[in-house]
Nanobody, 124 residues
Framework: QVQLVESGGGLVQAGTSLTLSCEAS????????MGWFRQAPGKEREFVAAIGRRSSNTYYGDSVKGRFTISKDNAKNTVYLQMNSLKPEDTAVYFC?????????????????WGQGTQVTVSS
């Protein structure tokens, strides 16, 4: 069983930056592909970004492409989501997810383990 703990959320103004972190409780973090998803009130969960187990491939949802960057530090068991040029529509609870195996996916069904989420609120 892998536990994921997100941190770094908060209230920020539009146009600023924020970095989310997600630490995993596993000794084999390098074997996991990781993803970030978000869910705004009244909306379905949305894919944000994903990264392969050795950072070999990354990809992003259309709404964050060019503004957000996902990265993975296998030595620290942590995946990051650097969010720049934040917009009010980025307001959501952000979840990290993990799946053993190599390839990043934008499908939530592709991840077995999920964190509890961290709230990001962007004011205009």
């Amino acid at each position: 069983q892998v536990q994921l703990v997100e941190s770094g959320g908060g209230l920020v103004q539009a146009g600023t930056s924020l970095t989310l972190s997600c630490e995993a409780s596993t000794r084999t973090f390098s074997n996991y592909a990781m993803g970030w998803f978000r869910q705004a009130p009244g909306k379905e969960r949305e894919f944000v970004a994903a990264i392969g187990r050795r950072s070999s491939n990354t990809y992003y949802g259309d709404s964050v492409k060019g503004r957000f960057t996902i990265s993975k530090d296998n030595a620290k068991n942590t995946v990051y989501l650097q969010m720049n040029s934040l917009k009010p529509e980025d307001t959501a609870v952000y979840f990290c997810a993990a799946e053993i195996g190599g390839w990043a996916t934008d499908k939530s069904q592709g991840y077995t383990y999920w964190g509890q989420g961290t709230q990001v609120t962007v004011s205009s």
